[in-house]
């Protein structure tokens, strides 16, 4: 038996050498049916390792069908267990699709919150307590709705703060704002339905809605979020879908007669309206506004999101549904991935109910507001009166509209090689060719010496 | 003014107060488009409160579009800031559809792990230790197959105990099993195609193919999984859906004889295999087996979880795919939740990493075997030769075949009234009425003292 080898400097226990040697053998027709094995005590011995170690691994090769032993005359190599080799493409290397930039870019992508002042440390206290205290049950599967404590805190905080009302149970716990667009898609799209959609807007919703067979019928915004009056009558659309309070891209606050409005054209063609709210706890200039939804709970379904208030991490978000949807939305929930991680959700309810959430809020709104200021007057300082700034009432972004500018593929490529990242408006229009000059800078994730730099870059660069 | 009060014992702020009341005066038509408010002096005065106090409210107000002020003139209630009322049910209360059992109903639901052996003081402190110590950068947004720390650990993980061949750029994390099985109904099914699945098998499975638009073409199991020999030829299914380590429910272990029947079968269809391991690290009867995705890693896709091993609270799964269908799967991931929460990847791989899940492992496989040779001493006991076990030698489950007993809806709902909560397996059949005297008893969450109550609880209201 020359054909065996053990290698004891190998970190893989005997058995498993010698169980891998044999399977192979037999799997690739070197031992063929029938064949008969050496008796254990015979290997062990040739091999110079303990009976056991052959003994346990002639066992597992029985237990899996790979031998068979008959009685009193040893063991054999059982029929049907030779598999043909096919090409195998398994060593191919794969690219990482969503490589991370290095740390030397400067990147204005939107709806980052700075990173290093996530409450890390108050975080990982109450996760670790959530682990250690909470009852056992906690480990089990949960409902697809999401926790109750959670649902309970959350539904106050809404209304004191966003003018939102909802019971606990119209509450939907998801993995993120996304998989909150993903339901809402699969709870009210039907194929060749339409979809009325401001036109710019996020081009990830655009393509969740679509491949749920939507068409989408854009309709333009203005400084005041969605043009209403531009909607047309003689369709029913599934519904109409609208960021009312800081319109994405282009910043917009929708007033209330717009509201108004929409809500009395939703009314008309008895659709639903999905109030995207995903960033309006930053507001700047005024108080805050009160949600779409508070104006008409049972025609409006709200979307929110912890991605900008605390981490994109996280992965917590939430849809607030009209009664009559809520037992649907639970059960498409179900199936998307039965419920959201249980013990990042109680943490989350005792960082709401301990208050450290508004005061985080508070805290990042100041720093954000700074940023805003800083990063407004380093564009004016370079752009002078060829920029114009739009949408910087709230939030954790601002569009900047440069005379004479087009933000093409290759404006954008050559801006990246120097280090420098933005986003072009275009990027989330539907019809195209309005917005050609207008960029979206995120200034959440970017201190003052981030934002100078790459103000200064950035035009050094249009100007070459 | 005597139609706006303020009132000091209530928690909401003054300025909240005087806001709502005039918000809602003015949606619902009381004040009027044009009517002009008192001054702020005024209604200060009139309501004894600072003067601040209605400057926000107004100003909110005024932000909302609610009022518009006229330079000189005073504050005027806006156009078109009235909604007319329709019924609303929001006050309806919903039933919570997914309620709990309470404490003192047995409960034989199978895949749940022993909850209060959970380990939650490691996973706790781990889970802080990962968020006040890794960079901030673990903060944002993350790429959709999931961290690599934790795919590093897992493919080293599974080779080592499992036999599954895969590059950590094969894997995508998963929140769950049940959005891996989803993810692969996106991937793989069209409408009008066939998948070919072993009959019975999970409901909760047949529905997720089905909502994707399969036909499921059911084959029958025996004691030794799907019955390769009765596949059809002549058709081209979508894939091959197989639980080969332990088939679920009725516990068979698919043979290398049939894995490789299998794998000729895919390779001439040219179809995929779905394997689903759900819970083979827990092996009673020799050896553990290896899995079919090693034998031919192009074309089986692999289904893990960690829901049986820790806990199903966590929602952490993984699917292995061939490279070809890895950047396909990725951006499907990325659609449905973006990626799965980051916190907890990062604190699973640590505990993986430090050795702490295989700890845990063969911690709790003694805890089970025990649990599950206690339910066979009990069953026997109680039912003696009226009895027939299957699908025992693996997992936290296994299948009583009792003699001469239906387990009609009826049935079922006296032993839930009795407080035994009990499954059949009938549940799981495509083709019905093979299996009505099958029922399916999981231990893994149940102590000795709760199984010989359990048991003795089911016979004597068998017999009744």
New interface residues.
Partial sequence: MTWLTVDRSQKAPLIRQIYKQL?TKI?NGELSAGYRLPSTRQLAEELEVSRNVVL?AY??L?????LEGRLGAGTFV???????K?E???S???E???S?DNNTIIDFRSG??A??L?P??Q???L??????ETD??????????GRIELRTVLSDYLLRTRGV???P??LVI???A??AL?LIAKLLISANDKVIIEDPITH?IQ??FQ?YGATLLPIRVDKNGMVISQIPYGIKPAFIFVTPSHQFPIGGTL???RR??L??YA?KVDSYIVEDDYDSEFRY??????SLQG????RTIYIGTF?KIL??????GYLILP?EL??RG?TLK???????????QLTLALFIKEGHLEKHIFRMKKIYRKRRDFLKEQLFNEFGDTVKIHGDSTGLHLVAELDGVHFTDNLLSKLHDHGIKVYPVELHTINEGFYSNYIILGFG?LDEVKIAEGVTKFNRILLK
């Fill in positions: 399977r799997l346990e066992d597992q029985l237990a899996e069908g790979f059982a029929e049907g267990a030779y598999l043909k096919t195998s493409n398994t191919y290397m794969l990482g699709s969503f991370k980052i919150p990173l290093d996530f890390r440390k975080w990982g206290q996760a670790k307590r959530v682990s250690i056992h049950s906690l480990f089990g599967y949960d409902s697809p709705e009302e909802c019971h149970e119209q998801t993995t993120g996304t998989q993903t990830e393509t969740i491949s007033p209330i007669q108004i409005q809500i009395e009314r200039e005024g108080p805050s506004i009160s104006l008409d709970p049972n991605s981490s994109p991490a996280l992965r917590l009664p809520v037992e639970r179900y199936f998307s991935d039965l419920h959201t991680p249980s013990l990042e994730n």
